[in-house]
């Protein structure tokens, strides 16, 4: 028989890599990590041996790699085996690292914005110095029923979501000056603001680069309802001051239902580049 203070019992295997004696039990019936041999008595026990053994199990579970998947590559190792199953683990790894990177982008992203509507002055025009921006842009010749450029922006957010291009950002839209009529307005396209990450990982470049500048802004916090009375207001406003504005107002939802109770509760943000 052999000398059992040259091995660990199965209670002090478990306490080395602090899982459960019954952790054993299911690998050794799963045929996954057996002990080195099993006494007289039943006793399961290891040796030091195999302590390099199971810390490679272990981090084959760190790293989500399926039970079958390990018991499998136990059954029929090799160096070369060993060599596919880390490279196909790395490459999981990479893409949770994109995933969790995006993730990190959008929240903090997420946090700007919401700031930026917790922070706003109501109804009040001001001046705002904006960066570069990058946009991928639709454009938009329907007419101006709700629902047609309802399903205008739906086939925006799906173009996006083709490019894998994701935004914490709602969906903006253009609208022309001289589109602006007394009773009326339209858009002639929807963007979504995208980060160069996102750009670089995504490999998209037909992107429209809107550079920095000064703009005028206003803020509201009714929906959509009163979109045309801001542009009204920064047109007249710039008019009054002689101010020369760029070709297009910019619509950009700030707060929706994540911060917000209800669609005539959203504030929305308009603006235009002073030239």
Do not use: W
């Not at 997420?110 to 001046?127: R, S």
């Amino acid at each position: 028989m052999k000398k059992n203070k040259d091995y660990f019992t199965t209670g002090e295997f478990a306490r080395l890599f602090n899982v459960s004696k019954q952790t054993l039990f299911y690998y050794d019936r799963i045929g996954i990590f057996k002990p080195e041999y099993t006494g007289e008595n039943g006793y399961r026990y290891y040796s030091f041996t195999q302590l390099e053994t199971f810390e490679v199990l272990t981090m084959f579970k760190e790293l989500r790699v399926p039970l079958k998947d390990i018991k499998a590559h136990m059954a029929n190792r090799s160096p070369e085996a060993l060599i596919k199953l880390l490279n196909d683990r790395r490459d999981d790894i990479d893409q949770g690292i994109r995933r969790l990177e995006f993730a990190r982008r959008y929240i903090d992203e997420k946090i700007d914005v919401t700031e930026e509507g917790i922070h706003a002055h109501l109804g009040e025009i001001a001046f705002e110095d904006i960066d570069e921006e990058y946009l991928v842009i639709t454009d938009y010749t329907g007419p101006e029923d709700e629902r047609d450029v309802a399903e205008a922006v739906s086939e925006h957010f799906s173009y996006c979501r083709s490019l894998d291009l994701s935004s914490a950002h709602a969906i903006g839209g253009m609208i022309p000056v001289d589109g602006v009529k007394e009773n009326s307005y339209h858009y002639s396209k929807f963007y979504t603001v995208v980060d160069k990450d996102s750009l670089r990982s995504s490999g998209y470049k037909d992107v429209y680069v809107d550079s920095k500048g000064r703009y005028l802004t206003i803020y509201d916090d009714h929906g959509y309802d009163k979109v045309l009375e801001l542009c009204k207001k920064l047109i007249a406003y710039a008019k009054e001051n002689h101010l020369q504005l760029d070709d297009s107002l910019y619509e950009d939802l700030i707060l929706d239902d994540l911060s917000v109770d209800g669609y005539y509760h959203y504030m929305v943000k308009v603006s235009v580049r002073v030239l």
